[in-house]
């Protein structure tokens, strides 16, 4: 099952997520994971620079020796590199030892303050600090990258109707994808509607909505219809969707489980999409009352 981007390229519909954590021992051990996801037929890996598992998975990709072309990479901008686009990109490229990537995206609308020695600098009061540096400057010089042919595509995480509406007032290419915090409980119609409308991918993460979602009493019920787990009825709602989903597993049977997806009748779907609360489970405030330096309002949220 694969997806037509806008660019033209094709983005395998499931893909892992590779987010392992802070720590650097949990993200070494990640290799092992990423391997069997592999091995159970994963040919599309989200990972970001800021995750700091790209060295782990160039590893496991070589360790495999599955063809490069036919898997698909995404990599990210971090948020504090938004004023060195290419000298970041150079960094991911050396991490993952490639010389293309399938897509490549702007992580977050916001700039944060560049710190070699931190990503998330922190003023006295503890507010992450961002700058003024603008989003469309940071996707002009992505744009740019694509005449390189090193990266097939670019496009966008966690933006908002509003913050996409500030990068269409200079953008010359669309998005390919817009990758943002979508599950039962937040299912985000009107971003959904308004990236479709422009022909923009949506990518979910945080897509099975843990256990808070896994444990719904309708999502339970429908497990026990179709004969799946929960997790299968809720990556099958977002498949129906037209979504991308990058489900994390560390486990090689949920790993396995989460690419053998059923169909699910429409008025179920319709039901699932009914849980909708607004409720962020993943990229949610902090204690300063922002998600990385911004307000709900700056983001558009
Ligand atoms: N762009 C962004 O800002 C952003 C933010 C957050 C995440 N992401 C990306 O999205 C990916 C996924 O997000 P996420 O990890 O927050 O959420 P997720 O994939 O929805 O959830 C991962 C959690 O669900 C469990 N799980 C996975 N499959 C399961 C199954 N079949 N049954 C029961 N439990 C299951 C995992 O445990 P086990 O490992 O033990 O199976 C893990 O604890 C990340 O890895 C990252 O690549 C992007």
């Known amino acids: 099952m694969s997806i037509t981007l806008n660019s033209g390229g094709k983005m395998p519909q499931i893909g892992l997520g590779t987010w392992a954590g802070m720590d650097p021992k949990e993200r070494a051990a990640a290799q092992g994971w990423f391997s069997t996801a592999l091995k159970a037929g994963y040919r599309h890996i989200d990972t970001a620079h800021f995750y700091g598992t790209e060295v782990f998975c160039r590893n496991a990709i070589r ?62 009061d503890g507010v992450i600090i961002t700058t003024d540096y603008s989003l469309n400057d940071t996707w002009a010089d992505m744009e740019k990258l694509l005449a390189t042919g090193k990266v097939k595509a670019i496009g966008v995480s966690n933006f908002s109707i509003k913050t996409l509406d500030q990068l269409f007032k200079t953008a010359k290419v669309v998005p390919a994808v817009n990758q943002v915090e979508l599950h039962p409980y937040l299912t985000q119609n009107e971003l959904l509607a308004y990236c479709k409308a422009k022909g923009i991918v949506i990518t979910a993460f945080a897509a099975t909505g843990y256990a808070n979602v896994r444990e719904d009493p309708l999502i339970v019920q429908l497990a026990v219809k179709y004969g799946v787990t929960p997790t299968q009825v809720i990556l099958a709602w977002h498949i129906s969707r037209g979504c991308v989903v990058i489900p994390k597993s560390a486990n090689p049977q949920r790993q396995k489980e989460n690419l053998q997806l059923p169909s699910l009748e429409a008025d179920d779907n319709v039901k699932i999409t009914a849980l909708d609360r607004n409720e962020r489970l993943s990229n949610k405030a902090d204690e300063t009352g922002r998600v990385f330096g911004w307000t709900y309002e700056q983001l558009g949220w």
């Open 63 to 124: 360790e495999s020796g599955i063809p490069r072309e036919e898997i698909f990479i995404t990599t990210k901008l971090p948020a504090h590199h938004h004023e060195r686009v290419a000298e970041s990109l150079e960094e991911s490229f050396s991490n993952l030892g490639l010389d293309y990537i399938d897509l490549y995206l702007m992580h977050c609308p916001q700039a944060i303050l560049y710190d070699e020695t931190t990503p998330l600098p922190r003023d006295a």
